[in-house]
């Protein structure tokens, strides 16, 4: 049975090296689209255009009146797709920055609730929030402006709207990009032929043909990224596919993750074992490459050809942890995962060798591909409290410690995988959970 809908990015690839000549007309639009979005990001990332930039189109308006497309030469299929794209990271900007005004409000001990209520209604309303940071009047609809008028009339509101404004200008930070080796590309600007694409150029009616690597064919925006060293491209196209829902997913598993051992099952199956040997090779790799680097720095050797090879070595990694993912799912069958929070990068300790392998562990990818691959499979991850996971016995609850791996219990005398046990402390304490939250609600 199928049920909702998720965006997924599939690629394709150019199936040959592309001519040099196709290559510099392709950089030529990345450049152009740059320079797009570095013009967006000067002239409205401030806060005087922070009125102007939901839901765009006055942007948009001002951007056709400007005369830069014209003086660039760039097809309106890609100037248009620049300018949203910029006005999509501003608009990012805005919410970061007033994500971090609201936790520092909430921080803040001078404040008292009304103070933080009003701050809260300001923060959400955008066309408020606008008004106050530009110095002008707020002009809302009849009921919401009662609201804002109430909880202004309980609080120093001058007070307010200074702290706003000071607090936006601290945190808000002018875009800038020097990506010129990738463009946003709409319908309008490619067709699909036999055995490749053809993407349109800066030259009128001339259309750039590339040879792909399958013959899949999409009608929808795509992102084309280019790699001129190596005489490629790649093509990122986000799809809508359906979300599966296994009859046969029964299982509940806990799981523990790992910096050697990607995880760890309540049952002790193991899945990414050559994990931490992939991790060693590649930190001793960055950390080699980092010595060639200082030692050569004066003949400024560049770092194009390092930059190429650590991608591939991350590109490598990442396959085998998807591999390893897919094959937890197959064999698991799990309909719960209970899994512990996965610890932060930590602070820098006495063996530096040691840092570095931890640096390089790829936690933060192993927990955005697990995340995803739960939704695609209908499978519910819940996430448990991780303190002292590792050193409480999974059979009496008591506490143990672990060495070489091996998991000892103080009280039962409980002997173990570290790993296993710790997997069977994430089940345990996500039934618990899950428990407590059904006796809350019957």
């Known amino acids: 049975m199928l049920t909702n809908r998720i965006c997924k990015t599939t690629r394709q690839y150019s199936r040959?090296?592309?001519?040099?000549?196709?290559?510099e007309a392709l950089q030529v639009i990345a450049c152009d689209y740059c320079t797009v979005k570095n013009y967006i990001y000067r002239r409205y990332g401030g806060a005087g255009s922070l009125d102007k930039i939901y839901p765009g189109y006055t942007v948009q308006n001002e951007m056709t009146e400007s005369g830069l497309r014209a003086a660039l030469g760039l097809p309106s299929v890609y100037f248009y797709l620049a300018i949203f794209d910029a006005l999509g990271d501003i608009k990012a900007q805005w919410t970061q920055v007033k994500e971090k005004i609201r936790a520092a409000a909430g921080r803040n001990e001078n404040f008292g609730g009304a103070d933080r209520r009003y701050l809260r209604f300001v923060l959400k309303v955008h066309v408020c929030f606008a008004a106050i940071i530009q110095g002008k009047e707020i002009k809302l609809p009849r009921k919401m402006k009662d609201t804002f008028d109430g909880l202004a009339g309980l609080v120093?509101?001058?007070?307010?709207d200074s702290y706003l404004k000071r607090q936006a200008r601290k945190h808000l930070r002018r875009l800038c990009t020097e990506e010129r080796n990738g463009f946003s590309i709409s319908k309008k600007a490619y067709r699909y032929e036999k055995d490749g694409i053809?993407?349109?150029?800066?030259?009128?009616?001339?259309r750039i043909f590339?040879?792909?690597?399958?013959?899949?064919?999409?009608?929808?925006?795509?992102?084309v990224k280019l790699y001129p060293q190596e005489q490629r491209l790649e093509i990122a196209v986000p799809l809508d596919v359906q979300i599966k829902s296994h009859m046969h997913y029964d299982n509940e598993v806990g799981i523990s993750a790992g910096m050697f051992a990607m995880l760890t099952t309540d049952q002790g199956n193991v899945y990414g074992e050559r994990l931490g040997e992939l991790?060693?090779?590649y930190a001793d790799w960055v950390q080699a490459q980092a010595k060639r680097h200082r030692e050569n720095k004066e003949s400024n050797p560049g770092r194009k050809k390092y930059y190429a090879q650590k991608q591939k070595r991350q590109a490598q990694m990442h396959c085998y942890i998807n591999a390893e993912l897919n094959r937890f799912f197959e064999e698991e069958r799990p309909k719960t995962v209970y899994f512990p929070k996965l610890p932060g990068a930590g602070r820098a300790g006495a063996v530096r060798k040691h840092n570095l392998y931890a640096h390089m562990w790829q936690r933060g990818y192993i927990r955005r591909r697990l995340e995803q691959k739960c939704i695609e499979h209908s499978v519910a991850l819940v996430e448990v409290y991780?303190?002292?996971?590792?050193?409480?016995?999974?059979?009496?609850?008591?506490?143990?410690?672990?060495?070489?791996?091996?998991?000892?219990c103080r009280e039962c005398g409980y002997q173990g995988d570290a790993k296993e046990n710790a997997a069977r402390n994430a089940k345990n304490r996500g039934r618990d959970a899950q428990g407590r939250h059904e006796e809350r609600t019957t």
């Open 16 to 23: 040959s090296r592309i001519p040099e000549k196709d290559m």
């Open 156 to 160: 120093d509101r001058r007070r307010l």
């Open 198 to 206: 053809c993407i349109a150029s800066k030259e009128p009616r001339k």
């Open 210 to 223: 590339i040879p792909l690597t399958d013959g899949n064919q999409y009608e929808r925006q795509l992102f």
């Open 279 to 281: 991790t060693m090779q």
């Open 386 to 408: 991780a303190k002292d996971i590792s050193t409480i016995c999974s059979q009496c609850g008591g506490f143990g410690k672990s060495v070489k791996g091996i998991f000892s």
